[in-house]
């Protein structure tokens, strides 16, 4: 459970110490959007939107299989979290490379899915984590704060529809784990992954190497 901060002395003394204390939390940050479906509320009404909505979710397996690292959804946008202990204790996800062909066959099957009308399309961004820390400031609820989540948010603005953006951070995770399962770097979705971007994201001091991996048919 996340530390919980709540001290209404402002200058308290024992708030500095408790939060000089707060060990990181290294994991995988996911943000999935739902995308058009803004648009959809201004042309149907609920039975049209709330279906297609519901059908989405309902079909992105990562929200099925982590369910208790789903932080928190703004309007059709998701924020998963998943620290490394966590995946770690996993029975079927259990490695980067996983979860990056987990979501990947997601778009594409909600992509390809021959009945256009039953979803929508989705846009993903990917980021390792160090600079993570799971706290809250409200009470029994879970959540996660620190630079590396802000950076994944940062990343979604090279999303557009069918696409993944992830990160090198995460990449470079990805590509250790198939050294250590002896795969070949370009296997599976990797062969469609795009070399480096490098962007200076607004907020962020230091330049981002990222990369795209835009699902087709």
């Keep these: 459970m996340a530390y919980f901060i709540h001290f209404n002395d402002p200058n308290s003394p024992e708030m500095e110490e408790f939060l000089q204390g ?16 803004t648009d959809l509320k ?3 009404g609920l039975s049209d939107w709330g279906r297609k909505l519901n059908n989405t979710f309902n079909f992105i397996s990562l929200l099925n299989d982590f369910p208790d690292n789903i932080v928190k959804g703004i309007g059709d946008e998701i924020m998963l979290y998943i620290p490394d202990e966590e995946l770690k204790e996993k029975q079927t996800i259990r490695t980067y490379y996983q979860l990056l062909e987990e979501i990947y066959s997601t778009v594409f099957n909600i992509k390809s899915f ?26 029994e609820a879970n959540d996660y704060y620190g630079k590396d989540i802000d950076l994944t948010a ?9 696409r993944i953006v992830l990160s090198e951070k995460f990449f470079v995770k990805v590509q250790n ?10 296997y599976g979705c990797l062969s469609k992954v795009s070399g480096p971007f490098l962007e200076t994201f607004r907020g962020v001091p230091e330049s ?4 795209v991996l835009d699902v087709g048919n």
């Design 22 to 37: 707060i060990p990181t939390c290294p994991g995988t940050c996911f943000f999935i959007d739902i995308n058009k479906s």
């Design 42 to 44: 201004y042309t149907g």
């Design 114 to 139: 021959p009945e256009r009308e039953m979803f929508l399309p989705c846009k993903v961004s990917i980021h390792y984590c160090t600079e993570v820390y799971n706290i809250t400031f409200f009470k």
């Design 154 to 162: 940062r990343l979604m603005t090279k999303a557009v529809d069918n």
């Design 177 to 186: 784990d198939l050294v250590n399962l002896g795969m070949p770097p370009g």
């Design 208 to 211: 981002t190497e990222y990369r």
